[in-house]
């Protein structure tokens, strides 16, 4: 699937523009110092840009050895199913081929938004839980 023309791709993302994305799908916004943080310290990012605002990102994390994580894989709802996700995940996964030497095994996870397993399942993931993997965890934590 080809995505639209004017669609470019780059490696950075503003706490407002990442913000933005968030909360268009639907999702909490991050307060100022979390969310520089967290832009800061993945290891890699792709962004998906037209008329140069984002539209889409993806983030990879990590211990710097064998855990990643896929995170805040997010494409506007007005952009959605035209091939934009598929072109972010393609980014991720060159990173982490990148990333992984000849003879190494590193374990990448990620957290599927509810209904959104198959498009992951579509570049080797796997639901959980299965026979050999429980299911995946998460909790929200916050001091008032």
């Known amino acids: 699937m080809g995505i639209p023309s004017g669609i470019e791709f ?9 913000n933005h994305l968030r909360v268009a799908v639907g ?3 991050v ?7 967290s832009l800061d310290n993945a290891l890699y990012m792709t962004v ?13 994390l990590g211990d710097g050895g064998y ?15 035209v091939g934009i996700g598929t072109r972010m995940m393609e980014h991720v996964m060159a990173y982490i081929d990148g990333y992984t030497q000849p003879g190494e095994r590193v374990f990448v996870n990620l957290m599927a938004a509810a209904g959104k397993e198959p498009f992951y399942s579509r570049f080797g993931f ?9 299911a995946g965890m ?7």
């Open 10 to 18: 780059s490696q950075h993302l503003t706490m407002e523009e990442y």
């Open 27 to 29: 999702w909490q916004p």
């Open 31 to 37: 307060a100022t110092r979390l969310a520089r943080n």
């Open 48 to 60: 998906a840009r037209e008329d140069g605002h984002p539209v889409g990102m993806a983030r990879v």
């Open 67 to 81: 855990i990643l994580y896929i995170a805040d894989v997010i494409v506007l709802p007005s952009h959605q199913r």
């Open 126 to 134: 796997t639901l959980r839980p299965d026979g050999a993997l429980g």
């Open 138 to 144: 998460s909790m929200y934590y916050g001091r008032d």
